[in-house]
């Protein structure tokens, strides 16, 4: 019923920028929780940036000053700008969203960068 699709990893050098993006696409009334999360090899997944419905951004302290998580509400559409990457922060990337306290998950996206 609701669909979260992420785009935008790939390989890039360490100091290099990267875009992700997250599209809701379903049965979508209110989005109470949309975030970016992430999970390295042997790793647990964690949190890197969230916002919860009228809250201000949350960020993990390894990315702060670093990456800006921004969301379009009129399209669903959340992004996740990384700049100055750095080789640990390769990890699978995953869009999360709570809708009516729901948690759905998009099919992740592969960052890797190299140092």
């Known amino acids: 019923q609701v669909r979260l699709v992420e785009s935008g990893g790939g390989l890039v050098q360490a100091g290099g920028s990267l875009r992700l993006s997250c599209a809701a696409s379903g049965r979508i009334f209110r989005i109470d929780f949309m975030g970016w999360y992430r999970q390295a090899p042997g790793k647990q997944r964690e949190l890197v940036a969230g916002i919860t419905s009228g809250a201000s951004t949350n960020y993990a302290d390894s990315v702060k000053g670093r990456f800006t998580f921004s969301r379009d509400n009129a399209e669903n559409t959340a992004y996740l700008q990384m700049n100055s990457l750095k080789p640990e922060d390769t990890a699978v990337y995953y869009c999360?969203?709570?809708?009516?306290?729901?948690?759905?998950w998009g099919q992740g996206t592969q960052v890797t960068v190299s140092s």
């Open positions: 999360a969203a709570m809708i009516l306290g729901a948690t759905y």
